[in-house]
C-alpha cells in the first residue's frame, strides 16, 4: 500500500509542478491547481512513510521520478528544451536513488 500512495504522491506532485508551469499567465485556476496538487502530494508522502517505507528512500524515489516526469511533461506540454545532457543527468539520478535503495536492505 506505501508504493501506491508514493506513486500518487509522484502523479500529484508532477502535476502540480506542472501547473506552476502554466500558471505564469496569471489565470487562477492554475495556481489553485498547484495549491491542491502539492498538499495532496505531501499528504501521500507521509501516508507513504507510515505504511513503513524509510524516508531516505521514499523521498529519493518521490524527487527523481518528479524531476524525470516533470522534464518529460514540461518538453511535451511546454516545448522546454530536453537535450541529451539533461537525459543523462535524469539517469544518473535514477541509478543514484537505485544505490539508496539498494544500500536500505
Known sequence: ???????????????ATLALRASIDGRRTWL?????GY????????????HGIGIGVAYGIWTACGTALTAVGSRVLFDEPLTKLMVGGI??????????????E
Not at 1 to 15: H, K, N, Q, S, Y
Not at 39 to 50: E, G, K
Open 32 to 36: 489553485a491547481l498547484v495549491a491542491v
Open 39 to 50: 498538499l495532496v502530494a505531501f499528504t501521500l508522502l507521509s501516508l507513504t512513510l507510515r
Open 91 to 104: 539517469v544518473l539520478i535514477a541509478a543514484g536513488v537505485l544505490l539508496v535503495e539498494l544500500g536500505a
Open 1 to 15: 500500500m506505501g508504493w501506491l500512495f508514493l506513486a500518487g504522491a509522484i502523479l500529484a506532485e508532477v502535476t
